[in-house]
């Protein structure tokens, strides 16, 4: 099933994010194609928005996790 849906990907200036699970709060890891953390957020909201500003071109994964347990991984594009 899908937890996390992310859209526009490839993505320019923002991610918007839906998570589709009643299970709060989530915790988001952000990730480059090194391993390195972009970032990491915690919401008990189901749509977010993440400014790109920061973000250099490139892949990106996602993970979404609840309580320490990883219940989706997505990846992401940024295209600027």
Do not use: C, W
Request: aromatic letters at 12%.
């Amino acid at each position: 099933p899908h937890i996390m849906k992310l859209f526009p990907n490839p993505a320019q200036n923002q991610l918007d994010i839906e998570l589709f699970t009643n299970y709060q709060p989530f915790s988001l890891l952000i990730y480059n194609k090194d391993g390195k953390v972009y970032g990491n957020l915690s919401t008990e909201t189901n749509t977010l928005q993440i400014s790109l500003d920061n973000f250099e071109d490139g892949v990106y994964l996602i993970a979404l996790s609840v309580n320490g347990i990883v219940f989706d991984i997505k990846r992401f594009i940024v295209s600027k």
